[in-house]
């Protein structure tokens, strides 16, 4: 059976002013499959995921989803499509209390228009306690969370969405070892259930436990992808390294790279 894919994206280009953030990145994700977008600081991960989330709007190229093209997108159109975004920055309102921010843009109503609280609370308290985030009431505002907490939060937002690709840009950064374990088990948790993500991170060895391919970002373009089962972490590794010096693949993984670059044709 062919493999579906749930979002493309096609010769995406971003420009901010003189800087090119990204250079014609081809990019897409399968059904139930969970991708490691991994590269250098500036390599443009965050831009890619932020013009599929509709933050950013590209310069060129477009976006499928779920065989519907798009030339951009915004955040509430990408939540409809049922994609969910947690930031690298934090995206959280510091003075709501931590159910509003589980619901934020999603709020429950009933049909005259009122917010069902109650039902958001039990909701927003469920997915929580399914991260084992039960220490502190739902109704504390959210400043006054640790750092780890707050990535909780968040996730729990994309768990109620019930979203079928969850973006996840950095989500390791600020964690602690146990946090990062439940970060990890959550991606787990997103694969069983038959859900896609995009898991970003410059910490291999935080992704490679959860993905099922990698894609190579270098200075705005892809460079390599894999298939996880390919490589161990020391291979992809010195793949990075080697990228990072010389912007190419080692030839010895050369064979391995699933990214076949549409190179000018050979004298013809
Ligand atoms: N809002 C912005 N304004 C100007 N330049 C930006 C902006 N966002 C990103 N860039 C630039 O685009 C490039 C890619 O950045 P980014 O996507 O954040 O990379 P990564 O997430 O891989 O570290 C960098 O050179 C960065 O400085
Ligand atoms: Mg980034």
């Given at each position: 059976m062919p493999e579906k894919n749930i979002v493309e994206m096609h010769n995406i280009v971003k420009k901010f002013g003189a800087v090119v953030?990204?250079?014609g990145v081809d990019f897409y994700v399968r059904e139930n499959e969970i991708v490691g977008l991994v590269g250098d600081n500036g390599a443009g991960k965050s831009t890619l995921v932020k013009i599929l989330f509709g933050i950013h709007a590209s310069d060129e190229g477009e976006i499928i989803i779920k065989g519907k093209k798009y030339k951009r997108l915004t955040p509430k159109k990408a939540y409809e499509l049922g994609i969910v975004l947690i930031h690298q920055e934090r995206t959280l309102?510091?003075?709501?209390p931590i159910w509003r921010n589980v619901f934020m843009g999603r709020e429950l109503t009933n049909r005259f228009g009122f917010l069902k609280i109650k039902e958001m609370k039990e909701l927003a308290y469920k997915s929580l306690a399914a991260l084992e985030?039960?220490?502190?009431?739902?109704?504390?505002?959210?400043?006054?969370?640790?750092g780890g907490y707050k990535q909780g939060v968040q996730i729990s937002r994309a768990f109620t969405f019930e979203a079928d690709l969850v973006i996840l840009d950095?989500?390791?950064?600020?964690?602690?070892l146990a946090e990062v374990q439940k970060v990890l088990d959550y991606v787990r948790e997103l694969k069983r259930k038959g859900k896609s993500a995009i898991f970003i991170s410059h910490n291999i060895y935080h992704v490679y436990p959860v993905v099922d391919r990698f894609v190579i970002l270098n200075r705005g373009e892809v460079v390599a992808e894999f298939y996880?089962?390919?490589?161990?972490p020391e291979d992809l590794s010195e793949i990075m390294i080697s990228i990072a010096r010389t912007g190419k693949v080692p030839k010895e993984y050369e064979e391995l790279n699933l990214y076949k670059k549409a190179s000018p044709q050979s004298a013809s």
């Open positions: 953030a990204l250079k309102c510091e003075n709501h985030l039960t220490k502190m009431p739902v109704d504390t505002p959210v400043k006054y969370l640790s950095e989500p390791t950064v600020a964690l602690s996880k089962k390919d490589l161990t």
